[in-house]
C-alpha cells in the first residue's frame, strides 16, 4: 500500500537499503529506517505542536522501539515517549526518552506498578479504574512523589477495536477526578481515549470519532465542577496536518507513531509534509511452481485497509523502476509467515539471493523481524547504525 509513496517520495531510501542488503549489511526479514527522514518528520510534527501549544510523546512500537529511532525523534525536538506496554517503557527509557505517558492502551500489571514508579516517573500514567489507579498511587507514594492520572473514560456510542475496551463511565467523570485526587500518592491530572480520530475508508478522511466528543464534554463537565488546566489526551491517526484539529476540540496532548515515519492511512491518499521513512526488506530464498520465496517474519497487512494487490521491487541491483514490481501472496494471519510467494513468471525473474522491498504500515513489535535504522541517506553516505529485535535490544546477527 505504502511503496508508491515510498517510490515516488523517497527512492533513495529504497535504492540505499537495497544497496546495504547486497552488501551483506542489512539481514533479510528487516523493517528498515531512514533516521534521516525520522528526524525530519519529528522536527515537522514537534514544532507544529509547539506552535498549537500541545505536548507530543513519541509513539515506537510500529518500528520495534528503536533505540536510533528514538534518538533520531529526539534529535527532532520530541524527548518523551508514549509507551502502549511496559516492553515500550523499558526501551525507551534505555534510549534516552522520557517516559511522558505510561499506561495507554496496555495497562500495567499489578506486581510492576512499584518499579514503573520508581524507574520511569512517567509525566503521565492512565488508569481504565480505581483499582489500576491506587496501584499506580501506591507506587509513586513509595517512590516519594505524586503522579499525575489520566482516566481512561468512556461513553455509549464510542468506538474502540475490539480488545482494546475499557475505562470509567464519561458520565462520571467528576466524581471519578475527586476519587483519584484523594489517593496517597496520586492525583487527578486529565482525561484519555483512543482512537480521537479514525481513517475513514469511504471518505477517505481522518474524522474525529465519538470519543473526541466524548473527551469534549467531559472536559466541560469537569471545567463546570471547577477544575482547570485539565489535560486531554487524544491519540489516533495523527500526523501534522491533524494536529490544529486536535488542538480545536481542546486537545492537549497529541502522540504520534505512525505520522513519524509517514505511514498514517491519510500519506497514502496526500502527499502530507511527513516523508515515509520505514520498508520492509527480506530476500529470495529458493524458486518452486513458478513462485519465488522470500524469507519472511515481519509481513502485517495492516487490517484497516481492504484487501489489495501486495506487491515489492525484487532485483539483484538497487533500482525503483516499476519494471522491477512484482505481485506477491503474503500468508493469512492465521498461518505462520516463514515465506511469502512472489510471482515468477515471465522475463527477469527473481532469483535466490535477489532483495525484495515491501512498503506498508507495520507493527514490528508483534513480529519475528528485525529492526535497522540508517543514517546518512539524505547526504548519499547511508551507514547501518543500529541492527536491533522489536524491544529495542541488539540483536544477534548474523548468529
Known amino acids: 500500500m505504502f511503496l508508491d509513496v515510498l517510490r515516488r517520495r523517497n527512492p533513495a531510501f529504497i535504492e540505499a537499503a537495497m544497496a546495504l542488503?547486497?552488501?551483506?549489511?542489512?539481514?533479510?526479514?528487516?523493517?528498515?529506517?531512514?533516521?534521516?527522514?525520522?528526524?525530519?518528520?519529528?522536527?515537522?510534527?514537534?514544532?507544529?505542536?509547539?506552535?498549537?501549544?500541545?505536548?507530543?510523546?513519541?509513539?515506537?512500537?510500529?518500528v520495534g522501539r528503536s533505540s536510533s529511532f528514538c534518538e533520531a525523534v529526539k534529535r527532532g525536538g520530541i524527548d518523551r515517549s508514549v509507551a502502549v506496554d511496559m516492553a515500550c517503557a523499558r526501551a525507551?527509557?534505555?534510549?534516552?526518552?522520557?517516559?511522558?505517558?505510561?499506561?495507554?492502551?496496555?495497562?500495567?500489571?499489578?506486581?510492576?506498578?512499584?518499579?514503573?514508579?520508581?524507574?520511569?516517573?512517567?509525566?503521565?500514567?492512565?488508569?481504565?479504574?480505581?483499582?489500576?489507579?491506587?496501584?499506580?498511587?501506591?507506587?509513586?507514594?513509595?517512590?516519594?512523589?505524586?503522579?499525575?492520572?489520566?482516566?481512561?473514560?468512556?461513553?455509549?456510542g464510542d468506538t474502540f477495536y475490539r480488545g482494546h475496551e475499557g475505562g470509567f463511565d464519561a458520565s462520571d467523570v467528576a466524581a471519578v477526578a475527586d476519587r483519584l485526587d484523594g489517593l496517597a500518592g496520586g492525583r487527578f491530572a486529565g482525561i484519555t481515549t483512543f482512537p480521537a480520530l479514525l481513517f475513514d475508508h469511504e471518505s477517505r478522511k481522518?474524522?474525529?470519532?465519538?470519543?473526541?466528543?466524548?473527551?469534549?464534554?467531559?472536559?466541560?463537565?469537569?471545567?463546570?465542577?471547577?477544575?482547570?488546566?485539565?489535560?486531554?489526551n487524544a491519540p489516533g491517526t495523527t500526523s501534522s496536518v491533524m494536529l490544529p484539529a486536535l488542538a480545536e476540540a481542546g486537545a492537549t496532548q497529541c502522540e504520534p507513531?505512525?505520522?513519524?515515519?509517514?505511514?498514517?492511512?491519510?500519506?497514502?491518499?496526500?502527499?502530507?509534509?511527513?516523508?515515509?521513512?520505514?520498508?520492509?526488506?527480506?530476500?529470495?530464498?529458493?524458486?518452486?511452481?513458478?513462485?519465488?520465496?522470500?524469507?519472511?517474519?515481519?509481513?502485517?497487512?495492516?487490517?484497516?485497509?481492504?484487501?489489495?494487490?501486495?506487491?515489492?521491487?525484487?532485483?539483484?541491483?538497487?533500482?525503483?523502476?516499476?519494471?522491477?514490481?512484482?505481485?506477491?501472496?503474503?500468508?493469512?494471519?492465521?498461518?505462520?509467515?516463514?515465506?511469502?510467494?512472489?510471482?515468477?513468471?515471465?522475463?527477469?525473474?527473481?532469483?535466490?539471493?535477489d532483495t525484495a522491498v515491501f512498503g506498508f504500515r507495520g507493527q514490528a513489535f508483534v513480529t519475528r523481524a528485525y529492526v535497522v535504522g540508517v543514517s546518512g541517506i539524505s547526504k548519499g553516505a547511508p551507514k547501518v547504525e543500529t541492527i536491533e529485535n522489536g524491544f529495542g535490544e541488539t540483536a544477534a546477527w548474523p548468529v
Open 206 to 232: 481522518v474524522k474525529p470519532t465519538h470519543n473526541l466528543a466524548t473527551l469534549s464534554k467531559a472536559a466541560e463537565a469537569l471545567a463546570k465542577a471547577g477544575r482547570t488546566g485539565i489535560e486531554v
Open 21 to 62: 542488503h547486497q552488501q551483506g549489511k542489512i539481514p533479510a526479514n528487516a523493517y528498515v529506517l531512514d533516521l534521516d527522514t525520522v528526524e525530519a518528520n519529528a522536527a515537522i510534527m514537534s514544532n507544529e505542536a509547539r506552535r498549537l501549544g500541545l505536548k507530543i510523546f513519541a509513539m515506537t512500537k510500529q
Open 92 to 156: 525507551t527509557h534505555r534510549a534516552g526518552l522520557k517516559v511522558g505517558h505510561l499506561g495507554h492502551l496496555q495497562q500495567v500489571a499489578r506486581h510492576e506498578a512499584a518499579a514503573a514508579a520508581k524507574t520511569f516517573r512517567p509525566d503521565y500514567w492512565t488508569v481504565f479504574n480505581a483499582e489500576k489507579a491506587a496501584e499506580a498511587a501506591a507506587g509513586a507514594h513509595a517512590a516519594g512523589y505524586r503522579q499525575d492520572l489520566l482516566a481512561r473514560i468512556r461513553a455509549e
Open 257 to 353: 507513531g505512525n505520522g513519524l515515519h509517514g505511514t498514517t492511512a491519510l500519506h497514502v491518499m496526500e502527499d502530507l509534509p511527513e516523508l515515509p521513512a520505514v520498508l520492509y526488506l527480506t530476500e529470495v530464498s529458493h524458486l518452486s511452481g513458478g513462485k519465488a520465496y522470500c524469507f519472511g517474519g515481519g509481513f502485517y497487512i495492516d487490517p484497516i485497509f481492504p484487501d489489495y494487490d501486495v506487491k515489492a521491487i525484487v532485483s539483484t541491483e538497487p533500482t525503483t523502476v516499476a519494471s522491477a514490481l512484482r505481485s506477491v501472496e503474503v500468508p493469512p494471519p492465521s498461518a505462520i509467515d516463514y515465506y511469502a510467494m512472489i510471482d515468477a513468471s515471465g522475463p527477469a525473474a527473481p532469483k535466490p539471493g
